[in-house]
């Protein structure tokens, strides 16, 4: 199946780049990042924000008031189903304009081991970002990677996001 992502949702002045892969079938037919009710990125970030995300409107929200930006690694893939394991064919976003647009953008935050292999083998290796930024991969906050418990993986979100915004908001 042909996937396509989303378009960036992107604070005035982002400091943080939120990426996951590619978003899932659930996400897909809701047309929102991370729309799996089991997913743990929503609760992770209304957690350390302190915001509301009971809406798609405030999840927006969160990320434009937080100075985040949110995309995926790929703009489309090949792929049966929702596992990163089964993508083909990826094409990467075009990262070089939105550091262009966005020079307040510093550190990259990857959502799991598979953005972080298509950053680094279709972005990283291919577009020129800024030779300051910072990037880390972090656990996914997927459903699939249950080997990981929820606490633990919002544990090390909210130190990766302190050591960015040096305080929690």
Request: charged letters at 20%; proline letters at 8%; aromatic letters at 10%.
């Amino acid at each position: 199946m042909q996937c396509a992502g989303f378009d960036p949702i992107v604070a005035a002045n982002p400091k943080v780049l939120i990426l996951g892969t590619m978003p899932s079938v659930v996400s897909l037919q809701a047309e929102f990042y991370y729309a799996h009710p089991r997913n743990g990125f929503w609760p992770i970030m209304a957690d350390y924000f302190q915001l509301p995300i009971d809406t798609l409107q405030q999840k927006r929200a969160l990320v434009e008031q937080s100075d985040l930006a949110l995309w995926d690694v790929l703009q489309a893939c090949e792929r049966s189903g929702s596992l990163d394991a089964a993508i083909r064919q990826p094409v990467a976003n075009a990262f070089s304009d939105l550091f262009e647009q966005y020079p307040s953008l510093n550190t990259v935050l990857l959502n799991g081991k598979a953005a972080e292999k298509h950053f680094k083998q279709a972005v990283l290796a291919k577009q020129r970002l800024p030779d300051s930024l910072r990037v880390q991969a972090l656990p996914s906050t997927s459903p699939a990677n249950a080997r990981m418990p929820f606490e633990t993986k919002k544990q090390i979100w909210h130190q990766a996001l302190n050591e960015v915004f040096k305080t929690k908001p």
